[in-house]
Nanobody, 126 residues
């Protein structure tokens, strides 16, 4: 059974930081790219960041570049999203997801992901 469990969300003031974690089982995690998406109220789910398993290459949406860092610890089967300089517009439910393949061509698309976590709420106050 594929399980992805996010943690680390919360309420912080603008300019603050949070680190999200997503823990997965070995069979879920190994050899797959992992991604982070978010969904704000009334908006569609959007890509935030992703990291490949084999190369460790990372990908970010423009609005978070320079502020967010996506990383993975393959020994711990965990992917992280370090979020700094948070803004009110970062408020959303954040989801981690496992790709269909580590070689997925477009990790920016939600269609490239087969499994999703339950989400964790991130709220940034102004």
């Amino acid at each position: 059974q594929v399980q992805l469990v996010e943690s680390g969300g919360g309420l912080v003031q603008a300019g603050g930081s949070l680190r999200l974690s997503c823990a997965a089982s070995v069979r879920t995690f190994s050899n797959y790219a992992m991604g982070w998406f978010r969904q704000a109220p009334g908006k569609e789910r959007e890509f935030v960041a992703a990291v490949r398993w084999s190369s460790g290459n990372t990908y970010y949406t423009d609005s978070v570049k320079g502020r967010f860092t996506c990383s993975r610890d393959n020994a711990k089967n965990t992917v992280y999203l370090q979020m700094n300089s948070l803004k009110p517009e970062d408020t959303a439910v954040y989801y981690c997801a496992r790709s269909r393949s580590d070689y997925s061509g477009n990790l920016y698309s939600s269609g490239e992901y087969a499994y999703w976590g339950q989400g964790t709420q991130v709220t940034i106050s102004s």
